[in-house]
């Protein structure tokens, strides 16, 4: 909320108020002024929450949870088909050792 106020210049508003308000009606004027900032604060808070239900903003963070669900879960796919195919012969294109032929024999005898 103060990230544009510095601690001096924090200080020096503080010292100000201090004098133009006073210090016996300092205390009352700080709790009128918390009220107000929460009653602010509640009302910011109620209007975020109707605006939320009427534009249905927890359907649209479920859809979202599910679309990233989802691809998640395409990628878990991707990578394991991708491990299976180096590991599967059947889906190589080297033969394994159990579907060479030995009938042949070799054009380079040793």
């Known amino acids: ?8 210049e924090l200080m ?6 201090l004098l133009v308000i006073g210090p016996e009606r300092l205390p009352e004027t700080l709790r009128t002024l918390g009220l107000w900032v ?6 910011f808070a109620a209007v975020k929450v109707e605006i939320e239900q009427e534009i249905g903003m927890d359907d649209i963070r479920r859809q979202l949870h599910n679309e ?9 796919e991707n990578d ?3 491990s299976t195919a180096d ?4 889906t190589t294109n080297t033969p394994a050792a ?3 032929d030995d009938s042949k024999p070799d054009s380079n005898p040793p």
Do not use: C, H, N, W
């Open 12 to 17: 020096l508003i503080l010292l100000v108020t």
């Open 1 to 8: 909320m103060f990230s544009d106020f510095g601690t001096m």
């Open 80 to 82: 394991v088909k991708v």
């Open 68 to 76: 990233q669900v989802m691809a998640e879960m395409k990628k878990i």
């Open 87 to 90: 590991i599967d012969p059947k």
């Open 38 to 43: 929460g009653r602010i604060s509640r009302s």
């Open 98 to 100: 159990s579907e060479v």
